[in-house]
Structures are given as C-alpha cells and as structure tokens.
C-alpha cells in the first residue's frame, strides 16, 4: 500500500495528479489524490471509482474484418507468415482512440514484401491509432493483403454470433475495456475525533485514454448513473408509485423539460423497442422497418407507422398506450413537436 | 551385468519414444530373420518338388508414398517384404529361383506409431508372468497349509504340483481333478524305474501308491488313460485309442508345457538342471526335478517364489508380438503354399515360385492384428505429452494375461522391484488400477523380456563411475543408495552412513559398503508424473491423478510455458513429435504459415507444416512457424512449435493467478470461480475439430445420389450446398444445417403414406417422391466453420464405386461454466460462475485474482505441491524468472522447498517493492480484497501464480436434455446415452425422493407417459397435436406394478375392487 505524505488543504475537496507516466505506448499509469475527505468517504468514493473504471468505460476497437480471397479463418495464404486465424487476432489487440458513435469503416491495403504493423490501417480522421507499431502479420511475398475492417466503440465484452454473416467477413470479439488496472488506497490522518482521509487512485490504462481522461470518464459515467435520483421528488409528486415500479428500469425520462435536447436524444437512443415488451408480431415490423430504439420509433409519425407492412390500428393503438404508460409519451402529439424542438 | 559401452550418452535421458522404435527395429533385424529360418521345405506328396524360402537374403521395400500422404489417403504405411524362394524339381535335379512377394508389412515411424488405414496405433508392451516354475503356499479348506509348485507355459497356461499333508504329490489336471505325480510321469513316457531313479527321496514316491495304482502306472497306455479320465472328466472304461492320446497332446501338453526359451532357461536355474536350450518342452525330468523340490519346501529347505516380483514378469513388446503374428502368417502360407503345389502336380501344371506364393496371409494377418489385437490401440492424440505417453504403457491384460475384473489385490499392488522400472505412480483409475502401469524414465527392455534401469557403480578400484543396466533379478543383491539425503559432511565417522535399499528392505548403511546409487531423482517416476513440480510434497493418490489429466489437457490457442516446472518439459515436447525440427543446418530462405523452406549443402528441402489438423479426440494440431527468413540454423534447432508446446517446451495449460479462499458458496466441493478476462482474453479458448462422414451405398432400387436438390427440406437447410450437394468450404453451419445432400432412391408406394397424408397429396397435387432423403446432418451441438471437405471415391468391385465424403467443422470454444480445469496436484475442479473483473477479489495493486479455489480442498487431498507452486509462480511472475526444480529436493537440506519458495518471494517483495508479496507474519498469504465492496477479507489469503489446464471434459460435449424421444424395442422404455437422445433414468432413489414428497402428477408421469406406458404415450402426443386434455392413462405399465410391488414390501397393500352392484360380489383385479 502506497502510505505517501502528500499535503493537502484541510478544506475544500481537492484532487491533484501525483504522479504520470507512459510506461509504453500502451501502457499509461497516473496516480491520483483526493482529500481531504471525512472518515469512512474515502471508501465509498474509492469502491466506487474503481468499479466504473473497470467495468463503464468505453473503448474502440475492430469488430469484423473482412478478405475477399480468404476461404475461411483456418486457412492460409501464401507469402504470409501468419494464418487468417493469427491475423484476426492481432486485429483483436488493435487500441485505437476516438470518441465516435456507431461504426466505422477502415481498410488495411498493403503488399508485400513487408512487415504489416497498425500504421497500415487506413482510417478516417476521427479514430487515431495509438500504437503504430502493433504487429499484424508478416509478408514474405509480393502479395496483397486488403482487408476491410469495422470499427465500433462499445463497452465491456460481447461475444459476435457468426451465423448471420455468410458475406466472407469474420467476426472479432472486440474487448473494449480501456483500463487494464485500477487500484484504490486509503490512508488516514488527524488526531482525535477529526480522522480524516486521502484516497489515492492508481489507473493503468492501454494507452487509448490517458489515466486522467479515464478518470473523468469515469466520474461522469458514475454520475449519470445517479442522476435518476437527483430527480426523484418530482417524480413522485407526477405520478402515484404503482407507475413508478414498472419505471425503475427506466429512469431517463423524468428530466423531460430541464435537459437539452441532445442529452435527451442520446437517451433514447439509448432505450430499444425490445425494452416496450411489444407483442412479437408488432415487434418484428417495426424491426423489419428497422426501427430499432425508442427514438426511431418517435421520428415517425402515425401515418409513417400506418405504412409499414402488415401493420394495424390495433397495433399503433398498442403502442401509444405502452409508451403512455411506461413513458409518459404522447406519440400524437409529440412526434412532430420533437423534431421542432 | 550388461554395462553401457558409451559414456557419453550416460547423463542423456533416453528418447522416450525409443523403447517402442527398439522394439520394431528387434523385429526387423533378428525376429523376421528366426521366422523366415523356421519355414519348413515343402513338398509335393510324391515327393518330386520341393519348395524353399532363402530368408537370409530378404529384403524391405522403402514405401512409394509418404507418411503424411498415408494418413490423407487412410491407407497403410507399409513396405513390401521380399524374399527369393526356390523350386526344386527332384528328378531334374534343377532348381528354379524367383523372389517372392510375401506381403506387407506396416511400418513403425520414430515416434512409435505404425499408420494403419489411415489411423496412428500403436503396440503397448505387455507384462506377462514369466515361464517357469514358482513354489508358494497356502492354506487349504482344513487349514493346514499346502505346497505348490505352478508350471508356467509360455502361453500363460497353469499346471500346479502340490503336496499334501500325508506327503502324497498331486498334479492339478483340471479345476476339480488331480493325479498322481507317478501317474503324469508315465504318462510322460518314463517308467518307474527311471522316476525313482532320477529323484531325491525315491521313498516318498514310493510310499503312497497302492495297488490299484501301480497298475495305472505300470504301463505308458494306462496312466494316459487314467490322465485322460481324470483330465476330460469322464467316468467308465475309455479304450485307449490315438485320438485319446492325440486330444490329450492338443489339449493338455501343447497348452500347458511348452515353456520356451525363456521358460526352459527358467526352468533350468530354478532346479538346477543342464537341459540344453534348444529343449522348449516340459520334460519328465523337470516334472521330478520340481517335485523334488516340493518336499523340500516341505521339508523347510529352499525359498518361496514371489509371483509379483518384475524379475518373475517378461515384457511381451512389439517385436515379440510381431514376430508372433509373423509366425502365425509364415503358417498360413505354408498351408497355402503346400496345397497349390499339390493341385498344380494333380492338373499336371508347372508351378514357380511366384505362383505359389500369395501376399494375402501376410497382409491380412498384420491387418487383423493391428485392427483387431487387444494390445494395438490408437494412438491417443490429445496433447502432445499423451501421445508420448501412450508409447510407454505397459498392461498386464491381453491375451495370456490377466483381466481386470479378476486380477488380484496383490498384482496390481506396488512391488520394491518396480523401482526405476515401473513407475508406481501413474497409473490408470477404476477398473484397471496397477494393471496398465508406465514405465519409468530410465527404463529399457533388455534381454530375455526383463525391464533393466540404469545404477552407477561405485566402486573402489577405479574412481570414475560407471553406469550400469540391472535387471530387477540383479539389483537385489546390491546395497542401493536411494538418493534422499545427500551426505554433505565428509569426514565424521557418524555421519558417513546413509540409507540404502537392500532385498527389498531400506536399511542405513556405511558409505564403504554401498555398492550401487541411483542415477537420476527422476528415475522412479514415468514421463507424467515427473512433470508434477514439488511432486514429494503430494500425495500419491493426487500424484496419479494429475498425470492422467495432464494426458487430458486441451492444446490452447495461445500456449504459455510454466513459470514452475520440473525441467523434463523439453524432452516431453521433443520426443513427441508436435513441433518441426530442423533435420539439418541450412538457411531459411521462405516461410509461411504453410512451409518452410530451408537450404543447406546445396539443395532446398521444403518443410511442410500441420494446419489446424483434427487429432483422434477432436483437439487440434497446429504448427506456428518460429523462425525468420534468412536466419541460419543449426541441426535440430525447431522450426515450428506445435499445439501445446512454446519454445520446444511442453505447454498444456496457462499461468493464472489464483487465491485460495471461498466466496459465496460458488466453490464448494470442488467447484471454481473464474474471471471473465479468461473468456474475453482467450486464456482458454481451444479448437475442437470434427469429422463428419458419409457414404453412399447402393440399394436394390439403385444407386444413392448425391445432389443439392432435396425436395423434403426447407431451402434455408441446404443454404450452404454447393452445385454437387456438398457443403461449401468456409460456410458457417449450425445444428441442423444438412452438410451432404443424398437422396436413396425408393419405390413409390401410396399405401405407405397414411390415408390424410394421401389426401392433402391429392388435392395439392404433390408427385409421390421417389425416394427418401438420407442427408448427413450436423448433429445437436455442433456449430463451427467448415474448413475441409473431402470427396474420395472406394475402389469397388462393381461398376458403381460408392463414395465417402467427409466434412471437417473446426470450433472455437472459450471456457464456459461447466468446463473442467485442473492443476498439476491433482487439484481438479468445475467452473461454477465466471465473474467479471470488478468483482473478482483483488490484490493489493489492485490486480483482481483469475480463479478462487476452495482452501478445503488442500488438507484432505493431502497436495500439498500445489501451495508452494502457487507462491513461486507469484515470486517467478514478478522476477520476471522461470523455476525448474527436479523432485525430491529436501535432500539437500531439510525445508529445502519451502526456504526456496520463501527465499524467491522475499526477493520478489524487495525488488518490485511490492511489501504485501511476502510477509513475515504470514508469509506467502496477503490480505486481499473483495471486488464488490472494496472490503478487505477477514483472513489472509493465500494467493499466487498456478499453471492450470483445460481439460477435454466440456460442457459442450455433455450437455443434454430431452423431451421426447425413441423409445427401446424391447423394455419400451426411453433409450440410454446423449449419442442416442436418451433420457435421464428415473431410477430407485429418484422415484423415492419423488414418493417422499408426494409429488403425485411428476411421479405419474415419470412412470407412464414418460415411460413404458406405450397407450398413454401416444395418446399424448395426439392430444397435443390437436390441443386438447390429456386423458389419464388407462392400465398399469411395468414401472408402475414394480412401484406396486415395492410398496407391498413396506406392508402396504395398494389394490383395487370391483365390487357389483347385483350382488355384491367383491372381484379383486391385480395391479
């Protein structure tokens, strides 16, 4: 345990970087403090930390590549050193930096004789390659290697079922998880009754944000969560409880007036019609109109709805009571107000 | 005393393949040429020709194809056996020289694996007891002890003298009956007066008989009638005949005296006698001899054999079981050769050699012994260290041997003389348990079928050591130093004494006195166990257990070698033959993931790499290149590493950091809790290979085809067909999806169709198919990529060859719960629950741990090795170092283990300033914390660095439920076993746990819908076609009387009455 004096004002609570360093390009480690902090704060702040910055973080990375003279991923092919399988695998380790939404388009284009590295990747302006010198693969002969690529920011781990993609393009199980390691200590100070705390927080991440924007990422991801509950009370005054129970899961709308537009728009993007527990039928048609999340579905209006195959009164009738009652949302009224707001 | 002539190869352990390939080179130089020296001239039945085979000069024709192309053709590795053969024409006094065909056969290459049919076998050594005689004791009904001598053939057959108490000696005939010596040594064709005058105490032999048994024994004729009698166990007055005498030559004699040259060499040192070699049979004389003997044990005089001991045991290896077979074919074609020639000379034809002689005997009896033969198995293949392994089995069971449900306490018991030879540890589990060892390290096959291992002498006259082979008959007379305390003070008279073995006893012995010391800390133990780091400090139940399941490991897809080994990882690796070695100096001048191509002295060899094959247990074999173009080698260097092996070390599993303590419950009995980096990381994400296959045949209505154009499926079925019906290359498959389309053609019959099925035919017009279709499906749990399809064609006799085709799913399986790992102890556990990293306990750098063992499975399970791996792996993971430490290293002081592993923490503490690596208060244990609350744990816990294996036992392979299914033709109740979609059995204990808490209507079901209630079973399915009630079911099925039955044995009566209305009448129906 790192037991360091580090002075600190007695008063207002206060971070400071204590120490940076980038052991590699993918490799950053910062220290940081905050104090002071009363007795037993310095725990619930650190526990806390450290599990948004594990587990909320989001990253980018490569989630599908594809080759068009490649039979499959156990193959070969001649002048390279590496099988497809070995290739896909490099790809998997590729960190990249950018703050976008939705996927990308990226392209590896190269020939051979020559040693493939992450510098090769053709990228658009918005993703940044971190490390440049990551290894792909190996070329012996003057042979091409294309190779189109995905990328996505996601969060966490999702493993890709393969079986709706017969186009030749393979799957990567992309880990997004920028920090590779945070830590928390815990050191307290003060005579007395007036115990105080330092909490230091340690951060490694892979280089794709550095420790400092990890930990802001963090705090805000942590806030967001807690926001519901800032708007609590007024809730409550709105709606009696029994509405509120089926809510919980939900909680992005009770700040329908007092946050911008945007915020809004991110948040219901953010909710899938899968979440309406829609009948199948109804459900599958929207699918098939690709209608996807809650804002898709309030981009259209009723006539909009009324033209898609299959679709019935019944069904639109369905849907604006479910979102009335789970969303206090009017679909009449509201679809063409949302696009004027 | 056989001493190793080179001194140099003294401190290289032997190849560990080299024992099956000494074998097969046995067979090859002096096996084949003993047989060919035995096959009889042949002659005609008048006599005018006569055949010969000249077997000195025969010759082995280097195979036309490769090794590798055998296996992709699934065709034997063979070479033509030729040898010149004469005919000669006795009137013309000429002779006619030809050389003949023989036949084939099947090669064995440098790992010990001969390729039959396309499929890898091998021959395991057998142990057998040796010919000869041995004397024991025993009680026998009354108690009062008995002498028996047992005569061992060279086939395995027993025949038993014994004396009893009024001194009389019996020869055991069969289970029930026994003779006379006198009666069995006249039988034999000595008379009386040669028996008395060959033996020792004529007296003894002379005492019992009484008259009626004089006369038995007064003439040759009459004892074997009175053998046969006794023998076939027949009452009245048989004739004496030849085909008496014949059947009992055949029956008794051939089976159970012919002892060989090993028996008769035996046989001679066990009594004493000069009877030359050549002399393989039983005598009249070694009968007298043994039964002098007999009342001498009675008498107190001579010593009692130990069946058990390895110097009473011959190995039966390859070459003996070749050289059988050979034999057995040499025989064969005799017949053959010895009836064409007497049918040429009938029809008046001039046969030649090559007309007489046919390849068939030959080349089927080596097929049918290695396709058929017990001891020939194929080759187990899931990592590289079980196909080592398997090599240097050794079985007690067999043919001649003994079987496992009948073997004794005692055999399968460990033995002093095993030392060095056979390992004591590994050994199989169940049934078979000390039947198939493994041979120890240092072990080798010498002559007369003995296993030797290697001592060196110390001897006064000359300083330097030299190294010997003993067999286990010698080494018992020598003082052996056993190696576990080193004598590190030279000089005090007290302390120059150390513990020796000596007949089997451990005793402690001066210096000077010792004669021979081990060579080698390894040298007990087979090639698995000694891969077990701090293996002295485990149990040897857990010992055994680890060395079978490394033989388990899966080959990962990214292979890690151990930070704490034993050093022999090398040479398991590179005697296994997974990863490519360079077989001579050159430079690299291309790679790629497919070849290498390497020059030297002038010419280019291009070294063909394994890509992704299938191993027999669905693993994968896969080569990665590991060297650069231009680089320059030398000879032996490796080129590629196969699956399981980095750098030319064996590497099954991989290095994860562990704590030992429970959490929630979710590691109880057994159970482990991992971390979700070991999925998404792909720490244990394997290839699992699969063949499917298909063949098509030809039926009486027409040949099958094979076509895309399946008019039973649905479209999305045979989405991946290509033109020709078969699976296209690289296509994704799912359970279901038809691989190979075939249809069989069929006669259309309308009445086969039921008549609603006939109906909607005719008013939708649909054409009556002409045949059924007989796709190749991808069975219930197989997904994957298909990487190979195979269309080969059989060469059949007909017109119509059918085809084969098989189809080759390669699947990538990250662990899951349910997947079984273990450690190098024998600490072997389930996935319970796979957490993610936030929530996994954590260091105090805030590393979170990636498995959680239960600590109360340390100190039952007596692994105690697993803890010290444990805190080095941590020491070595932060140093930075990998430990390769030989077993039994509290030799050299006592705690060596545990000052090392302390030792390295302690450093590692200090230079990664890392104060929580070793505490002094709690050295080895830190205090961690758990994820989910940040709270430290109560206790330190023991945390550290484990090499852990995936082991073959999956999930995805056991997973199985079922709803309905088949049913058995005959019980009528559901089938057994996932292969057939079979259920689970409801049995005894399941139905009183239901009846235990009344659970009626699943009790009901389970013993009448569920089961063999045919009526109910398919009521239901009809009710819920067409939606409806299911109807309670009428009568009682089998299950249900027997519950009935079981019922009534608790005094329960459970019956019911028809009582009539008319006149009350009470009819009482049987359940």
Not at chain 2, 768 to 777: D, F, P, Q, R
Not at chain 2, 850 to 872: A, H, I, K, W
């Amino acid at each position: 345990m790192v037991r360091e004096e580090v002075p600190v004002s007695t008063r207002t609570l206060q971070w400071k970087c204590v120490e940076s360093r980038a052991d590699s390009k993918r490799l950053y480690y910062g220290r940081f403090v905050l104090s002071p902090l009363m007795k037993g704060q310095a725990d619930t702040i650190g526990i806390a930390m450290r599990r948004a910055l594990l587990g909320e973080l989001e990253g980018t990375c490569i989630t599908r590549a594809k080759s068009d003279k490649v039979p499959h991923e156990y193959s070969t092919v001649v002048g390279i050193e590496e099988s497809v399988h070995e290739i896909l695998m490099n790809l998997k380790k590729m960190v990249f930096r950018s703050d976008l939404y939705g996927t990308l388009d990226a392209s590896i284009c190269v020939r051979g004789p020559r040693h493939v590295t992450a510098q090769d990747i053709i990228s658009p302006p918005s993703v940044e390659i971190v490390d440049t010198t990551q290894h792909i693969a190996v070329l012996t002969e003057p042979v091409d290697l294309c190779i189109e690529l995905k990328i996505e920011r996601g969060r966490g781990y999702c493993t890709r079922t393969q079986n709706n993609y017969q186009d030749g393009s393979y799957p990567i199980d992309a880990v997004s998880m920028p920090v590779r390691n945070a830590n928390h200590s815990i050191h307290s100070y003060g005579n007395g009754n007036e115990k105080q705390e330092i909490l230091f927080l340690e951060i490694w991440t892979n280089g794709s944000l550095t420790p400092k924007e990890a930990l802001y990422e963090a705090s805000r991801n942590l806030i967001d969560l807690f926001i519901p509950f800032l708007h609590a009370e007024e809730q409550d005054i709105n709606r009696n409880m029994e509405d509120n129970l089926k809510r919980a899961s939900v909680p992005f709308f009770a700040f329908d007036d007092g946050l911008d537009n945007i915020k809004r728009e991110i948040i219901l993007k953010r909710i899938f019609i899968d979440q309406l527990e829609l009948p199948p039928r109804t459900y599958n048609c929207l699918k098939r109109s690709n209608i996807h999340t809650l804002l898709d579905l309030l981009s259209k209006s009723q006539e909009d709805l009324m033209r898609i195959e299959h679709f019935r009164v019944e069904d639109v009738k369905q849907i604006f009571d479910i979102l009335q009652k789970g969303f206090t949302i009017d679909l009449l009224k509201n679809s063409n107000q949302f696009e004027s707001r | 005393m056989l001493r190793d002539g080179g001194d140099e190869g003294m401190f290289t352990i032997p190849g560990f393949s080299q024992i099956q390939f000494e074998g097969f080179c046995r067979f090859i130089d002096q096996g084949l040429m003993e047989e060919l020296h035995q096959f009889p001239k042949i002659e005609d039945t008048d006599q005018e020709i006569e055949f010969q085979l000249f077997g000195e000069s025969y010759q082995l024709v280097e195979p036309l194809i490769k090794e590798r192309d055998a296996v992709y053709e699934s065709i034997t590795y063979s070479s033509e056996l030729y040898v010149p053969a004469g005919l000669i024409w006795r009137t013309g006094r000429n002779m006619q020289e030809q050389t003949v065909l023989l036949g084939n056969i099947p090669l064995m290459n440098s790992l010990g694996t001969s390729i039959v049919n396309g499929i890898y076998r091998i021959v395991i050594n057998q142990i057998l007891q040796s010919p000869g005689i041995y004397y024991s004791t025993g009680l026998d009904h009354n108690g009062i002890s008995v002498y028996t001598g047992t005569i061992i053939s060279d086939w395995g057959g027993r025949s038993e003298l014994e004396i009893d108490r009024k001194e009389r000696i019996w020869a055991r005939v069969s289970r029930k009956q026994k003779i006379s010596i006198l009666v069995l040594s006249s039988a034999m064709g000595s008379s009386l007066r040669e028996i008395l005058d060959n033996v020792c105490y004529p007296e003894i032999f002379l005492s019992f008989p009484n008259e009626k048994e004089k006369k038995k024994i007064g003439s040759k004729e009459n004892a074997i009638l009175e053998f046969y009698q006794k023998f076939a166990c027949v009452g009245g007055d048989p004739v004496f005949s030849e085909s008496l005498c014949k059947e009992l030559q055949k029956k008794f004699f051939q089976q159970r005296c012919e002892l060989g040259r090993i028996g008769r060499r035996n046989m001679n040192q066990r009594l004493n006698l000069d009877i030359p070699p050549n002399n393989t049979f039983l005598l009249p004389r070694d009968v007298l001899a043994a039964a002098d003997h007999l009342i001498g044990m009675k008498f107190g005089m001579g010593t009692l054999d130990d069946m058990n001991h390895l110097k009473n045991k011959r190995i039966r290896s390859v070459a003996d079981l070749l050289q059988d077979q050979f034999g057995l074919a040499l025989v064969r074609l005799e017949n053959v050769v010895r009836g064409t020639i007497c049918g040429a000379i009938r029809h008046k034809l001039i046969p030649t050699p090559r007309n007489l002689v046919t390849s068939t005997p030959l080349t089927t009896t080596y097929e049918s012994f290695f396709g058929l033969h017990p001891l020939s198995q194929v080759l187990d293949r899931t990592n590289p260290l079980t196909q080592i392994v398997h090599g240097r089995k050794s079985s007690y069971l067999g043919p001649g041997g003994l079987t496992g449900r009948t073997a004794s306490f005692r055999i399968r018991d460990i033995h002093p003389s095993h030392y060095g030879r056979i390992c004591p540890i590994d050994t199989s589990e169940g049934i078979n348990v000390g039947l198939i060892g493994s041979l120890a390290i240092h072990a080798r096959v010498g002559d007369w079928g003995s296993i030797e291992t290697p001592f060196y002498e110390i001897s006064e006259r000359s300083k330097e050591e030299q190294m010997v082979y003993l067999s286990p008959s010698r080494d018992e007379y020598y003082m052996v130093a056993a190696g576990n305390s080193l004598a590190l003070t030279r000089g005090i008279q007290e302390e120059e004494v150390g513990p020796a073995r000596y007949r089997q006893e451990f005793l402690t012995i001066a210096w000077e006195q010792i004669h021979l010391r081990n060579i080698y800390p390894f040298q007990y133990f087979s090639i698995g166990a000694s891969l077990i780091p701090f293996i002295e400090h485990n149990d040897a139940n857990r010992a055994l257990m680890s060395s079978n399941m490394q033989r388990q490991a899966v080959p990962l897809s990214q292979s890690e070698k151990c930070i704490v080994g034993t050093g022999l990882e090398r040479q398991a690796a590179l005697d296994s033959g997974g990863s490519a070695i360079a077989e001579r100096e050159g430079k690299i001048i291309y790679t790629d993931a497919e070849k290498i191509v390497l020059s030297g002295n002038g010419d280019t060899i291009s070294i063909p790499l394994v890509m992704y094959q299938r191993s027999n247990k669905n693993t994968w074999m896969h080569q990665k290149p590991q060297v650069h173009r231009g680089k320059y080698l030398k000879k032996g260097q490796i080129l590629a590493d196969g699956a399981a092996t980095v750098g030319g070390e064996l590497a099954l599993g991989k290095n994860v950091s562990v704590a030992y303590m429970p959490w929630e419950g979710y590691n109880s009995e057994d159970a482990v809790l991992i971390s979700e980096r070991l999925v998404y990381d792909d720490i244990y994400t394997s290839f699992h290979i699969r063949k499917y296959e298909i063949q098509t045949h030809v039926t009486s209505q027409g040949p099958e085809r094979i076509t895309n154009e399946i008019p039973h499926l649905e479209p999305y079925l045979l989405r991946n067909l290509d033109r020709n019906g078969i699976v296209m290359l690289g296509s994704w498959v799912e359970t279901g999806d038809v691989l190979v389309g075939k249809l069989t053609p069929q006669t259309a019959k309308e009445s086969s169709y039921a008549p609603e099925d006939r109906l909607l035919r005719a008013i939708l017009g649909i054409q009556v198919s002409t045949a059924k279709e007989t796709c190749l499906k991808l069975p219930i749990g197989g997904r994957g990529r298909v990487i190979d399809v195979r269309w080969g064609q059989k060469k059949g006799g007909s017109i119509y060859n059918p085809e084969m085709i098989r189809v080759y799913i390669s699947q990538k399986r990250k662990i899951k719960v349910g997947d079984k790992v273990a450690g190098r102890h024998g600490n072997k556990g389930i996935i319970s629950k796979i957490l993610p990293r936030q929530d996994m306990p954590y260091l105090q750098d805030g590393t979170p741990v990636d498995m959680v063992f239960n600590p109360l499975g340390v100190p039952s399970r007596m692994n105690v090795g697993q803890m010290f791996e444990c805190s080095l792996g941590l020491a070595g993971d932060l140093l930075g170092r990998h430990y390769r430490i030989t077993p039994f290293d509290e030799r050299y002081e006592q705690e060596a283990s545990r000052k090392l592993v302390f030792s390295e923490l302690y450093e590692a503490s200090k230079q990664t300033a890392n104060p929580w690596v070793f505490e002094p208060e709690y050295p080895g244990k830190s205090r961690i914390f758990d994820g989910r609350t940040g709270d430290p744990f109560e206790q330190p816990v023991i945390i550290g660095k484990s090499y852990m294996l995936k082991l073959i036992h999956q999930v995805d392979d056991k997973i199985h439920g079922r709803s309905s299914g088949h049913y058995a033709l005959v019980t009528q109740q559901p089938l057994r076993g996932r292969a057939k979609q079979g259920g689970q059995r409801v049995g005894e204990m399941e139905v009183w746990a239901l009846e235990g808490f009344g659970v009626a209507h699943i009790l009901q079901e389970m013993l009448t819908y569920k089961s063999d209630h045919i009526r109910a079973r398919q009521e239901v399915l009809g009710t819920t076609i067409v939606g409806g009630t299911i109807p309670n079911p009428e009568g009682a099925p089998e299950s249900f009387r027997l519950l009935v039955r079981e019922l009534r044995s608790l005094s329960l009566e459970l019956n019911h009455f028809l009582v009539s209305e008319k006149n009350f009448q009470i009819n009482r129906k049987e359940v």
